[in-house]
RNA sequence: GGAAUCGUAGCUCAGUUUGGUUAGAGCGCCUGCCUGUCACGCAGGAGGUCGCGAGUUCGAGUCUCGUCGGUUCCGCCA
């Protein structure tokens, strides 16, 4: 054998080992060389360990110690003793190993940065070096927790009776929604898999097979652009459940966040989730996914200013648009930059501008005073509830633009006024429920599913569904912790005569049905049980146990925002070759 | 599809506003010294395709256009 098998990890030597002999293998963190004495710092998966070699009596060791460099892959053995002087910040950092003999395993190239918690070196750098990115503490701890949470779900679904079904990764091309990778078949020509956006419509049919209760750990994939805290292949929890109503779905996921609340962060969580109707969180915070962890509401306006000098307010409500408003208390001091700011944030969120009004000194500054009478300050201070040192933000537009431009507003009012910095460490989940089932597709002309197409209508709304398919709400939750989507699901349309209505409303013509979900539709018209489930974002919920916005800390060989890995350097050309043999035409762009 | 911002030594950045001699700093690296360091210290040294390509100019790290790449956001993400 080349090398000597540790007996210990770097992490593990305590007071407690002093005086027994052990082996470590490990990654070179740093040498400090002092002539007289030689420090090497040793780390592994497990923590950090100083060696010590003493040249006085052991010259030889000392010698061949010059050559040691960050991160070569050592073994070294000798005997555990007491430090004088212990290091407090290092768990082991109250002994050291005095070594005996070591040797070289494997030597390294200098690295492009160091491996270490507290560097600041670009993410270029370090997508290209993933695996010496991956060796620094604060990243390998994410992996952990990360492994903790796959633990805890598995074993807290299957204790409950649900089975892990593999669904497929080559599936039927489904184009509502999202766009799909497409894997092109070679036994069949011109035809094509695509990947999961997620196992969907598998799920559903497992419970017409009868399987009852349904969860998987599974890789999702959209083919669309990212963001800091999307990828384009993600990791979903997938649950479903037979004989359910939306309680059951409920219950169920509180108790798995939960669990892993306690297990992993020991955080105990309320029993029951709030729930919230959708109309409430946008009209109260302006987002389908409020943060609630701070109060800061919004208010509507429209009955108090459909009378008023301003035309910008009155030819919008005439049109059928609101007026809402949000207090940001104590921000009267804001200049007029930081107003152009929030104007600005307000008109990349499609409003037309933002209008303000400063409450100070017992006095009104804002630039559409002229245009309002005294009746109509006074209802919006009532309203608002304004005071001296406030400033008002007001937002006229159609319902839904109203309220998300001062959702992102309100946000920014969090973080400008020092809010964000008090709830850092806070948690507040909760359901979002009773969303549309439709939303109008004004570009397409037609209603689409807000959540997909296979969402049940809500009972009581089921009426409306002829006549005002915009009023009917679905039997679907989103949830949300900290401004923050976790997941969603529905209770599933087991009827497939209302799945047939539903594709209808969204003109979906009877050929382009059967095409496209005919196999899905056919498979409830075989004794479907009511059923329903939810899809957790599981990167999603590792971000928020370890404090992170950004998705590539969870993920090991995560994707640039153009798609890209630096590491591989994949999506890469192909040869001619195997296009060819997927009847795949090359294309020459001169 | 769109916007903002960044790209200069191995790494992090200054220099670009107002074009002008030999492009700087800190860390790291190399050599030497050093017996209690733990961001070791001290002395010396090496290290540059200023992302890439055109253009303007007597002269471009600096100005213009294009392009590649990183990050963030809007649209998109049932």
Known sequence: MSFQKRTMKCGEPREEHVNQQITLNGWVQNVRNLGGLIFIDLRDRYGLMQLIIEPENQAELAQRATELKQEFVIWAKGTIRKREKPNQKMPTGYVEMLVSDYG????????PFEVSDDIETSEEIK???????????????????????????HKYYSDNDFLEVETPVLMKSTPEGARDFLVPSRINKGKFYALPQSPQLYKQILMVSGFDRYMQIVKCFRDEDLRSDRQPEFTQVDVEMSFVEIDDVLTMTEGAIRKIWK??????????????????????????????????ELKELTDAVKDCGFSVFADNIKAGGIVAALNAKGCAEFSRKKIDELTNLAKKYGAKGLAWMKFEKGEVNSPIAKFLNEQDIASIKEITKAEDGDLVLIVSDKWTRTYTVLGAIRIEIAKLSGIYDKIKDKFSFHWVTEFPLFEYDEEADRYVAMHHAFTSPMDEDLHNLDTAPDKVRAKAYDLVVNGAELGGGSIRIHDSH????????MNL????????????????????PPHGGIALGLDRIVMTLCGTDNIRDVIAFPKTTSGLS?????????????????????????
Do not use: W
């Not at 070096?129 to 779900?153: A, E, G, H, T």
């Not at 013509?509 to 479907?528: C, S, V």
């Not at 994949?570 to 020459?588: G, W």
């Open 104 to 111: 070289i395993i494997n030597r390294a190239e200098l690295p």
């Open 127 to 153: 997508l290209q070096y993933r695996y010496l990115d991956l060796r620094r503490p604060i990243l390998q701890q994410k992996f952990i927790v990360r492994n903790q949470v796959y633990q805890i779900l």
């Open 263 to 296: 297990e992993v962060l020991g955080i105990e969580i309320e029993e029951k989730f709030r729930r919230m109707p959708y109309v409430e969180a946008m009209s109260k915070y302006g987002s389908d996914k409020p943060d609630l962890r701070y109060d800061l």
């Open 498 to 505: 209302i799945q047939k209505r539903i594709f209808e409303l």
């Open 509 to 528: 013509g009877e050929e382009e049905i059967e095409a496209k979900f005919g196999y899905f539709t056919k498979a409830l018209k075989y004794g479907a």
């Open 566 to 590: 630096l590491m591989d350097g994949c999506p890469s050309p192909v040869d001619n070759m195997q296009l060819a043999e997927l009847a795949i035409k090359v294309i020459d762009e001169k």
